[in-house]
């Protein structure tokens, strides 16, 4: 059986399992995290927000306060996004290592739908070549034994 790695990874967060067996559930293998992307993430979509409200009793009439919101969104966002890069180049360094060293052939991609499109534009062309599967869903939170369900249903054509 070929070596079968799984991704799921949002801006923050990749974790990696690996089908060993057919027929049984996948194994973990590592996780990545950004702690940046979650703390500025959580940071900076509250700070924007708490600027663009305005404040009890202006009726949402424009004020010394609002204005200037959209900077600030502008620049949180800027960051985020920057963030989300730079744990897109290490999740495909992690990859690109991983597959010199024949720790897996095959690989099946399943994140957030920007971080995918991230992911994509980073990754080198062995690694994309081995590529078999990609969802555009994160589905970080699923257990072992629902995304094994969902990704390698039984019977299903090609399973690892």
């Known amino acids: 059986m070929e070596s079968t790695w799984v991704v799921l990874a949002d801006e923050g967060r990749a974790r990696i399992l690996e089908m060993r067996t057919e027929g049984r559930d996948l194994e973990e293998v590592e996780e990545l995290t950004w702690p940046a992307a979650h703390a500025q993430n959580a940071d900076f979509r509250h700070d924007a927000h708490g600027r663009r409200s305005p404040p009890d009793g202006y009726g949402g009439a424009p004020n010394v306060q609002t204005m200037g919101a959209n900077n600030t969104e502008s620049a949180g966002e800027e960051k985020l996004a920057h963030e989300a890069e730079r744990f897109a180049r290490r999740v495909a360094e992690r990859l690109a290592e991983a597959h010199r060293q024949h720790r897996y052939e095959r690989l099946h991609i399943a994140a957030a739908p920007k971080f995918l499109g991230r992911l994509r534009r980073v990754l080198d062309e062995e690694v994309s070549a081995s590529v078999v599967d ?10 072992r034994r629902a995304l094994t ?3 390698f249903p039984p019977g299903a054509a090609g399973r690892a």
Do not use: A, N
Request: hydrophobic content about 40%; glycine content about 0%.
């Open 134 to 143: 990609e969802l555009d869903k994160d589905l970080l939170q699923l257990d």
């Open 149 to 151: 369900q969902r990704l």
